[in-house]
């Protein structure tokens, strides 16, 4: 058959594989970055998984959090700003047997790429996305994102913020994510959980990972969040339960839960599109030899 | 050579492309050339459309000038089509919808009233009949023979069956009836002159070629004329294997589709200008990661949503410059059906081989009008080659790794220990970055030289893997007619004209806008006695990258701007005027 020289894609299930491990490249974040936090929680929920690292693929978009896949041994992307969730899903759907992960800011996510961030919910996906949140554009030295809150002076906003936040986690309830949770940098235990549950889910997982910037939010800090998390898994909710998650994504202020908000079990994207039931598309036969009677519509 | 033109045309909704589609395929199953264009607006009920389709025993390459036949559903057609009925032509038209006054006529045209209304009622009450006698009659004054008539008819409406079909191939049979026996059939009617053809869009040769090279992932976002490459694609999505998605938005679209390259399929996008302005970041992100990638970009009328269903070659600027910074691109320009068949496969060739973006300039023209093709011109067996440039050889792999070509081994993911970041940030040859913390410093300012050098050298490459310009016509003609797409298809036809005068001229085509050959084309530009440039723009862009390129400015200019094809008439009066001959 056409095309099918190629060897396969497929995962190769083998113990002596490499898992994933730290790349040579040293990450390049300021000291005390919270993003330390979630490469560190990333790196431990694959180990964990025992996902060899040739089978992941580590997706992003530009912003400091967006080096991300830089720092690990798998494979990645780092795409362009606001691009990483469609770049994500097309790799997905050549190869729905690689263990996708976008990983990117909340400028990234939400700004500039807040319009794939919907669409790629209400496909369900089958893939992982975690936004490193710091409430500010890093990279670009510290303007208003679309997560700082309301009042807060940047570069940007000198005289205070004066529009309302996205509240990411009702946003992706609003668009049909099936797997919806807060972490936070200052619990690299529990976001690791958290990422480990994201791979393992089949659908889309957004967790969005609170990951101060020390250098330009002066407001949302370590601190600020170690006075306010709790966690959801202590106080009774029910992650099965859309009224619960709907009630619990509303509170932020002296209080922000952390945790699994919310998960559903739906047909994947890659379940639907019929072309991919035959195997990775990677691996199916390419070219149209042979199939001559293609033709005949023309005559 | 027997050559008839047959017009319809209506009010939108009144279904003239039907049966303007009807007419064009009765014509390649007798086994003629066929033109098929299909001129419409951008409202879905209302508004003058028509459809002509011209067919001959020799090829037609354009829509061609007049019509012998206009089958007019409204007042307006009339109105508007009568002054191109040529001599010995006849309208068509039904008394009780409007009339046509014996002074309206052309001298030596005549009409032809058929109560299709009334033949209508025959069948059904529903007013859902009234172009099947018209189109009967048309057919019989063509000499299309009612069986091919109506076997075409047939298959216009697929699997259906029932009375819809029945009562149309009825009102058919007695339009065609009341033709024979109240008027001879035109002049110029035609007979069956071979086995049947293939009739095809641009769109759909593109879409097949794209298949046929081994593509497997499209994402598209609708947007006219590009559309029914993504509408041909999904129709036979899971039949052929390929995966279709219609994405939020264009940046998706190209995202997606670079993301499912980098993840080890052929992969397509397909947009007109507009969608194409939105691409333009990602497109830079291919040729910076050297991810291969085909983008068709079929040009309509600009600027900004400018006449979106007429057809223009106003982006050549654009697909030469889009993206920030330089990065090493192909542009090809297909004119007809099976070119573009051709260039598709090619474009696959092209982005693999050289690991880079390659642009399928269409336009309206070619994208939507419908062509003939012979069966022996489209071959389905194209090679296709592994993917997996690279084996793994355990350690130190080096996606960038400088090479002669400027090509570099390529691993997807998934390949045990070949792991690399494709970035759109600078990097060196392992891909790590070189943007954040090495940029300035003296090695990596070097390394950023020497990565700069290697994607740009593969534009030497590109050069030998794509078309040089093309030169047809005697050689030493006094006129040299330069353009590339879909305009060669109007200067084709006037070549013909010219040489019926005795004026002998020859076309130089551009079928790869970019890289320009240019030793060929500077040799072929000296070469030429005179040079007339033929453009769908209003400021030559072809000629400014001519003369940039070369230093040869081509000052004899045909350009056109007004949203509508070339008519070969056009092209014969500059032609005989840049001679010297006057216009006749
Ligand atoms: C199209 C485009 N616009 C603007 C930029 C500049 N830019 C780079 S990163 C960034 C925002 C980064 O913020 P965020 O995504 O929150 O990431 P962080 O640095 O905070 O981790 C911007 C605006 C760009 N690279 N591309
Ligand atoms: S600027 Fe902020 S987000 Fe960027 S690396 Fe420094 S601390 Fe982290
Ligand atoms: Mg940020």
Known sequence: MAGTSAPSVAPTVGTLLPLIGKSDTKPTWCPGCGDFGVVAAVEMALKRLKIPSHQVVLVSGIGCSSNLPHFLSSYGFHSIHGRSLPVAEGIRWANHTLTVIATGGDGDGFGIGAGHFIHTMRRNVDMTYVTMDNQIYGLTTGQASPTSMMGQKTKSTPAGVIENPIDPISLALAAGATYIARAFSGDVKQMADLVAGGIQHKGFAFIDAMSPCVTYNKINTFDWFRQRVYKLENSGHDPTDIVQAWQRSLEWGDKVPTGLFYKADKPTYEDLEEVLTAGPLANQPAGLKGRESLLDEFI | ?584
């Not at chain 2, 001959?56 to 007019?72: E, F, K, M, R, V």
């Not at chain 2, 889009?322 to 007809?336: D, K, M, S, V, Y």
């Not at chain 2, 997807?412 to 792991?419: C, E």
Request: negative net charge; charged residues 20%; hydrophobic residues 40%.
């Open chain 2, 1 to 584: 050579m027997g050559e008839i033109s047959v017009r319809a045309g209506g009010a939108a909704g009144d279904g003239i492309a039907s049966v303007g589609e009807t007419l064009a395929h009765s014509l390649s199953r007798m086994g003629l050339h066929v033109f098929g264009h299909n001129a419409y607006q951008s409202v879905i009920r209302g508004g003058h459309v028509w459809f002509q389709a011209r067919a001959s025993t020799a090829p037609t390459h354009s829509q061609g000038d007049a019509c012998d036949i206009l089958y007019a559903l409204n007042k307006e057609t009339a109105d508007v089509h009568l002054p191109s009925l040529s001599r010995g032509g006849t309208v068509v038209f039904d008394p009780e919808k409007f009339d046509i006054p014996a002074s309206q006529l052309p001298a030596g045209t005549k009409a032809l009233p058929v109560k299709t209304l009334e033949i209508a009622r025959k069948f059904t009450s529903q007013s859902i009949l009234q172009n099947a006698g018209g189109l009967g009659a048309t057919a019989f004054l063509a000499g299309i023979p009612l069986d091919v008539l109506q076997a075409s008819l047939a298959d216009s409406f697929g699997k259906k069956k029932g009375d819809v079909v029945d009562w149309n191939l009825g009102a058919s049979a007695d339009g065609y009836a009341f033709a024979q026996a109240n008027s001879a059939a035109n002049d110029h009617a035609v007979a069956k002159a071979g086995e049947p053809k293939l009739l095809m869009t641009g769109n759909a040769a593109i879409a097949l070629g794209a298949a046929a090279a081994g593509c497997k992932f499209l994402a598209q976002y609708p947007m006219t004329p590009a559309s029914s490459i993504m509408h041909w694609m999904a129709a036979h999505s899971r039949d052929i294997g390929v995966v279709v998605k219609q994405a939020e938005d264009e940046l998706a679209a190209i995202n997606m589709a670079i993301g499912a390259s980098y993840g080890g399929v052929r992969s397509m996008t397909a947009t007109s200008g507009g969608g194409f302005a939105l691409m333009v970041e990602a497109l830079g992100m291919a040729g910076m990661a050297e991810i291969p990638l085909v983008v068709v970009e079929s040009q309509r009328s600009g600027p900004s949503t400018g006449l979106p269903t007429k057809t223009e070659q106003g982006d050549l600027n654009m697909m030469l410059g889009a993206g920030q910074g330089e990065f090493p691109r192909a542009i090809l320009a297909p004119a007809n059906a099976v070119e573009a068949y051709r260039a598709a496969i090619r474009a696959f060739q092209v982005a693999e081989e050289w690991q880079t973006p390659v642009l399928l300039a269409s336009d309206l023209h070619l994208s939507e009008n419908y062509m003939t093709v012979d069966r022996s011109e489209i071959d389905l067996n194209v090679e296709i080659p592994s993917l997996f440039s690279v084996q793994p050889n355990g350690h130190d792999y080096k996606r960038y790794q400088y090479t002669p070509s400027g090509v570099s081994p390529r691993s997807l993911p998934g390949q045990v220990g070949l792991q690399w970041i494709a970035g759109s940030d600078e990097h060196d040859e392992k891909g790590h970055l070189i943007s954040d913390v090495k940029s300035g410093i003296p090695v990596w300012v070097a390394e950023r030289t020497k990565m700069m050098q290697k994607r740009m050298g593969k534009l030497a490459g590109i050069g030998r893997s794509t078309e040089p310009p093309r030169l047809e016509g005697p050689a030493d003609a006094p006129l040299t007619f330069v353009a590339w797409g879909s305009t060669v298809g109007a200067i084709r036809d006037a070549m013909v004209t010219l040489a019926a005068k005795n004026v002998a001229t020859n076309l130089l085509q551009i079928r790869t806008v970019f890289p320009l050959h240019v030793d060929v084309l500077e040799a072929a530009i000296d070469r030429a006695k005179t040079t007339l440039l033929v453009e769908a723009n209003y400021s030559g862009q072809l000629g400014r990258l001519i003369r940039a390129e070369t230093g040869r400015h081509l000052t004899n200019r045909l350009l056109k701007y007004d949203g509508e094809p070339f008519y070969p008439y056009e092209v014969v009066g500059k032609a005989l005027e840049v001679l010297g001959h006057g216009r006749n």
